[in-house]
C-alpha cells in the first residue's frame, strides 16, 4: 500500500507552515517498504533567522504571562495530542517505521505527559525566602531565554514534547530542529501548541541535518542548547555550546548493562531483556544490551527467550498486530548488520535471528548472542539496533565490575528476587537512569539521563527545571551599609 505523509510545508515558524525550496531537498522514507512519504527542504540562513528572531520576540511575552496562564496552554496541548493519539501515532510510525501498536501507547502519550505533567508544574515554579538574621534574602527562577532543541530519529514526537514543555514551562521560547531521519511529527506538535494559545514564534521547527543544528547551536541569541543524539554529536555541540558558555542538556547513547541473578524470575527477566533490546526495534537509548546472566541459569535463560522469539511478528507496522518494525533507515539497517558481522567474526555465538530479511524496507531479525566476551565489540559499541549480547557471570562483585566497565553509564537494570541485593547493586551501578525487576519505563516522574559519556542534565520531573531556568539571588540590607571607609 502507498502512502503519502506530505506536510502543508518543511518548517513551522511564527505560528504557521514555512516554505523555502532553495533548502536541500530530503526525502522521508517509510522504513517498511523504502518509499518515500514526503520531501521536507532543509532550512536556509532565511528560515534560521525567522525562526531565531520570532522566538526571541514571542518570549519576552511569554515569560511575562504568569506560570498559570502558561501551564494551562501546554495542558490544552496534551489534551489536543491526546485527542489526536491515532492520528499522531500512524504519522510516527509512517516516519520511523515503529510498530503501530507501539507508537498508539508510547510516543504522543508520553509526549502528551510531559505538557501535562510540566503544565501543572508551571504555577507552581516559584524562589524562596532566606533569613539572614537582620536582613534577608531570596531567589528568583528565572527563564534562560531561547532554548534550541536538537532530536535523534528513534522517538521524534516524544523527544520534541520532553524538550519543550520543561522549557515553555518555564517561560523560554525554543527552536526545535528534528532529526532529518524523521522530521514530520514535530511538525504536528508545533501546530497543537498554537492551537492551544501558544503565541507565534513560541515554538518553532526547522528542518535539516548537522549544518542546519550547528548553525542553531552557534547563534549568540541561543541561551540553551538540549540534544538528544549519539556521542560524538554530544562532543561537537558541547563543545561548541562551550565557546559562548550556553547551557546544555546532553541526552546521548548508552551501552546498558542488565543484571540477571539466579533467583531471578526467569519470565519477568526474559521480558525485561526483550524489552531491553527489541522494543523499537531495539532503537532505544537506554536499551540493556549487555544481559549478564548468571551461569546457573544461563541455558535456561537462553531456552526460555528462544521461545518468546516465537512470538515476534513481523510485518506492516501499521498492522496492529504486527510487533517488530524495521530498522528506521537503511543507513542503521547497513550498520547494524556490520556490528552482527563482527559478533560473528570475533567468535560470538549466535542464537537467534543474525539476518536481514529479502525484500523493501530496512528490516533487520531480532538478534541474540550468546558467550559474548566483554573484549568484543558488540559488547563495546552502541549497535543501535536488535541485537542482544547475552554474557555469563560468576557473582555479584564480578557483575558489578564488569557492568561499570564502560564510559557510557546511560540506564541499567537487575533482576533478583532479593530485593536487598537489588538495592545493594543498584547503588553500586555507574548509570543516572535504573530499574529493579523491569526495563525501560520512563514515566515522566522520574528523572530521565547518563551518567559519564551518557550525558549532562536531566529530562523529566522537577529536575529538568534546574536545566531551563537559572536562579537569581537577591541580599536585602534592612539597616545601615557599614562601608571602611
Ligand atoms: N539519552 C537519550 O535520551 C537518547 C534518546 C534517544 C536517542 N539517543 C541516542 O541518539 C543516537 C541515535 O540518534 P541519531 O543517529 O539521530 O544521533 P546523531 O547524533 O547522529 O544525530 C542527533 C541529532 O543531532 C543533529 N546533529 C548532527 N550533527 C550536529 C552538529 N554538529 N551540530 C548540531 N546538531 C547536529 C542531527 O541532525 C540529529 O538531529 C544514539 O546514540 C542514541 O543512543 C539518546
Ligand atoms: O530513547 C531513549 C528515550 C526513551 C527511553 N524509553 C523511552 N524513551
Redesign the pocket.
Known amino acids: 500500500m502507498t502512502h503519502t505523509a506530505q506536510p502543508t510545508a518543511s518548517h513551522f515558524v511564527n505560528g504557521t507552515h514555512l516554505e523555502d525550496a532553495a533548502g536541500d531537498a530530503i526525502e522521508v522514507i517509510h522504513p517498511a517498504t523504502g518509499a518515500v512519504i514526503a520531501t521536507v527542504h532543509a532550512a536556509t540562513p532565511a528560515v534560521i533567522e525567522a525562526a531565531l528572531a520570532g522566538a526571541v520576540a514571542a518570549q519576552a511575552d511569554w515569560a511575562a504571562r504568569t506560570g498559570t496562564e502558561r501551564g494551562r496552554v501546554l495542558r490544552r496541548a496534551a489534551d489536543l495530542i491526546r485527542a489526536r493519539n491515532r492520528e499522531l501515532s500512524i504519522l510516527e510510525t509512517l516516519d520511523t517505521g515503529k510498530p503501530l501498536q507501539e507508537t498508539l501507547v508510547a510516543d504522543a502519550s508520553s509526549g502528551a505527559d510531559a505538557l501535562e505533567y510540566f503544565g501543572g508544574m508551571a504555577g507552581t515554579l516559584t524562589g524562596q525566602h532566606v533569613a539572614l538574621g537582620a536582613n534577608w534574602g531570596y531567589t528568583i527562577r528565572e527563564p534562560l531565554g531561547l532554548c534550541v532543541g536538537?532530536?535523534?530519529?528513534?522517538?521524534p514526537t516524544q523527544?520534541a514534547c520532553w524538550k519543550a514543555a520543561p522549557a515553555l514551562a518555564c517561560g523560554n521560547a525554543m527552536v526545535f530542529?528534528?532529526?532529518?531521519?524523521t522530521p514530520l511529527c514535530a511538525l504536528k506538535i508545533a501546530e497543537i501548541l498554537v492551537e492551544a494559545g501558544a503565541p507565534p514564534g513560541l515554538f518553532n521547527v526547522v528542518q535539516g541535518?548537522?549544518a542546519v543544528?550547528?548553525a542553531l547551536?552557534a547563534d549568540p541569541r541561543v541561551a540553551k542548547v538540549s540534544?538528544?543524539?549519539?556521542?560524538?554529536?554530544g562532543r561537537?555541540?558541547y563543545a561548541?555550546a562551550a565557546q559562548a558558555m550556553k547551557h546544555v542538556t546532553m541526552?546521548?547513547?548508552?551501552k546498558s548493562p542488565l543484571i540477571v541473578f539466579h533467583d531471578a524470575d526467569l519470565d519477568d527477566a526474559v521480558g525485561g531483556a526483550i524489552l531491553g533490546n527489541f522494543y523499537s526495534t531495539g532503537q532505544v537509548?537506554s536499551n540493556g544490551t549487555r544481559v549478564f546472566v548468571q551461569k546457573g541459569i544461563r541455558d535456561a535463560f537462553l531456552a526460555r527467550l528462544t521461545e518468546r522469539l516465537a512470538g515476534v511478528r513481523m510485518g506492516d507496522p501499521l498492522d496492529e498486530a504486527t510487533n517488530f518494525g524495521p530498522m528506521a533507515s537503511a543507513a542503521q539497517r547497513d550498520i547494524v548488520m556490520g556490528y552482527i558481522a563482527q559478533g560473528i567474526a570475533e567468535g560470538a555465538r549466535l542464537v537467534a535471528g543474525g539476518g536481514c530479511p529479502e525484500g523493501p524496507g530496512f528490516w533487520v531479525e531480532p538478534t541474540v548472542f550468546a558467550d559474548v566476551t566483554d573484549a568484543m565489540t558488540i559488547a563495546r559499541e552502541?549497535i543501535?539496533g536488535p541485537v542482544m549480547c547475552v554474557l555469563d557471570f560468576t557473582d555479584e562483585e564480578e557483575a558489578i565490575a564488569r557492568a561499570n566497565a564502560t564510559d557510557f553509564g546511560?540506564s541499567a537494570g537487575v533482576f533478583t528476587r532479593d530485593l536487598t541485593r537489588a538495592h545493594r547493586v543498584i547503588a553500586r551501578l555507574q548509570a543516572g537512569t535504573c530499574f529493579v525487576n523491569s526495563y525501560n519505563d520512563a514515566p515522566v516522574e522520574l528523572p530521565?539521563g547518563?551518567f559519564k559519556m551518557?550525558?549532562l542534565g536531566r529530562e523529566n520531573a522537577a529536575a529538568a527545571i534546574a536545566h531551563y531556568s537559572q536562579l537569581k539571588s537577591v541580599f536585602v540590607r534592612m539597616g545601615r551599609v557599614a562601608a571602611p571607609f
Do not use: D, Q, R
Open positions: 536538537i532530536g535523534a530519529w528513534n522517538y523527544i530542529k528534528p532529526s532529518e531521519v541535518a548537522g543544528g550547528a547551536v540534544l538528544t543524539g549519539s556521542v560524538p554529536t561537537k555541540v561548541a541526552e546521548l547513547g548508552g537509548c552502541e543501535f546511560l530521565f547518563g551518557s550525558g
